[in-house]
């Protein structure tokens, strides 16, 4: 398995079909195939040698799916930049990454600005730190290299977004992701003809998931640049898509756009990713988009989907991430490591990372030692075997001596009428040790009375997991997978 086959045999059984699209530029898969062919070339006769790795610095655009592809090709390792990054972070995933090339868009070369980078640039829409990757790929031969890969070896390096720490570089191999697009072929109907669009960045490890896997699987992904509801439902409009993966960030903000403006007919199917959707807004997903299948995935860039709340379960399991996914097996444990109805979650699967780059200690903490990995959720599973995200392990509050699910706190803040959503963090407490905080994010227009707030959660919540402190802020800090950084609102505040 490798993930250049699809194309591959796409290019070759349906050549003119499209499958990029990306505002008036449409590349065919003949097209496709034939510049990542270049890409790889000019990548192996710039020096560089399988099993290296090349950084890639790029939002949704056209070229994403065939640099991939082309890096892939040439038996390299991609390694995804967030354009978010700070110089000096970019410099340390470079540097921990080894990359020996870098291949970007020049309106994003900020991010790498005064660092260090690979002896081998290439620019898209530019020359600005390098020479032109359209002149690379005009100047590269047009066979496919075929260069031999083990479908074990890694065809991507994608950094973690420093949630709870520095970065690391999560390994995750041709086998892995091949088996996640096959997989979702089968549980969302990709394939030939299938269109779809790229909402979420393709630099993190689902928006790309999401992104490529039509491409693989012969349909059409158009690209979304840069988000928009309104731009957004305009090109499910226009390019007639039928399925869309967002996260719950960009159902709240499609809450104030103007559904009814546009021809959604076309849509079959939404997935969630990221973050638990809170049950108010499921509620409203389920109300705003009848007849369209809602489906809500629970995963991780280390294990890849774990698990799926399918549309006959999203009305009578809200709050649920469903059953356990395509080949995947489960374990929820307690601290002792016995088998519990509440407890950390464990999983095994074929799409699990190798581990992480260099850091054998780091891969051995999340392990056990017949293949089941954890990424730290506390999980509830009832008696049909239904899972239910109770929150980070790392995220528990302990206030006086009691454990407090800040899941639980932020599901009844964002059921009061006005509010958008909710983060519930713990803070230092000379007395209780961490007393609990929230920050409230208010709906467009809205207004909320914070007493009567206060006495909406006195209301539903126990003496120890009542707000202490209810900060009103405009927005939540997010990484680029649209998972609140806990950690920065702790560390501002």
């Excluded at 008036?24 to 040698?49: I, M, W």
């Excluded at 994403?64 to 972070?89: D, F, H, Q, S, W």
């Excluded at 900020?110 to 690979?118: L, R, Y």
């Excluded at 290299?145 to 191999?173: L, N, Q």
């Amino acid at each position: 398995m490798h993930i250049a086959d699809g194309i591959r045999g796409f290019a070759a059984a349906s050549p003119a079909a499209p499958a990029v699209i990306d505002g008036d530029r449409t590349l065919t898969y003949r097209g496709l195939d034939d510049r990542s062919n270049r890409l790889a070339n000019a990548l192996l006769t710039a020096g560089l040698r399988p099993g290296e790795r090349v950084a890639l610095l790029l939002g949704n655009r056209m070229e994403y799916a065939e640099i991939a592809c082309g890096i892939a090709k040439a038996g390299l390792a991609m390694v995804p930049l967030n354009p978010r990054l700070t110089p000096g972070e970019a410099a340390y995933v470079l540097g921990h990454s080894g990359s020996r090339a870098l291949v970007l868009d020049d309106a994003l070369a900020a991010a790498v600005e005064g660092v260090e980078v690979p002896g081998t640039v290439l620019s898209v829409d530019g020359t600005r730190l390098g020479p032109s990757y359209e002149a690379a790929l005009a100047e590269a031969r047009s066979a496919d290299p075929r260069i031999e890969t083990d479908e074990r070896e890694p065809f991507c390096v994608a950094y973690t977004s420093g949630t709870t720490g520095r970065p690391k570089g999560v390994v995750i191999s041709h086998r892995s992701r091949s088996l996640t697009f096959y997989a979702s072929a089968l549980e969302w109907g990709l394939g030939l003809g299938r269109r779809t669009i790229a909402v979420a960045p393709m630099y993190h490890g689902a928006g790309f998931a999401f992104g490529y896997a039509p491409v693989h699987t012969g349909g059409t992904v158009a690209m979304l640049r840069s988000w928009d509801p309104e731009r957004l439902l305009a090109m499910i409009e226009r390019e007639r898509a039928q399925s869309v993966f967002l996260v719950p960030t960009h159902a709240h903000m499609l809450r104030a756009a103007g559904l009814g403006k546009y021809d959604l007919s076309s849509l079959d199917t939404l997935y969630f990713n990221a973050a638990a959707l809170p049950g108010p807004l499921k509620e409203w997903v389920l109300e705003a988009f009848p007849g369209v299948g809602v489906h809500e995935l629970y995963g991780s860039t280390e294990a890849g989907i774990v698990s799926t709340c399918r549309p006959a379960d999203a009305r009578r399991r809200i709050g649920s991430v469903g059953h356990p996914w395509f080949m995947t097996e489960v374990r929820v444990v307690d601290d002792e490591g016995n088998p519990a109805r509440r407890g950390e979650l464990f999983s095994r699967s074929p799409y699990l990372m190798n581990g992480y780059l260099d850091d054998p200690a780091a891969t051995a903490a999340c392990t056990t030692p017949d293949g089941f990995l954890t990424s730290g959720d506390i999980v509830e599973r009832d008696e049909e075997g239904y899972l239910y995200i109770v929150d980070r392990k790392k995220d528990m509050i302990v206030s006086g001596g009691v454990n407090i699910a800040p899941r639980e706190v932020e599901e009844v803040l964002a059921a009061f009428p006005g509010v958008a959503e909710a983060a519930v963090v713990g803070l230092p407490d000379e007395r209780w040790g961490e007393r609990v905080a929230a920050f409230v994010v208010v709906l467009p227009g809205a207004s909320v009375d914070a007493e009567a707030l206060a006495a909406h959660c006195r209301a539903r919540l126990a003496g120890p997991k009542l707000p202490r402190r209810v900060e009103f802020v405009p927005a939540l800090p997010r990484n680029a997978a649209g998972k609140i950084l806990k950690r920065e609102l702790r560390d501002t505040h």
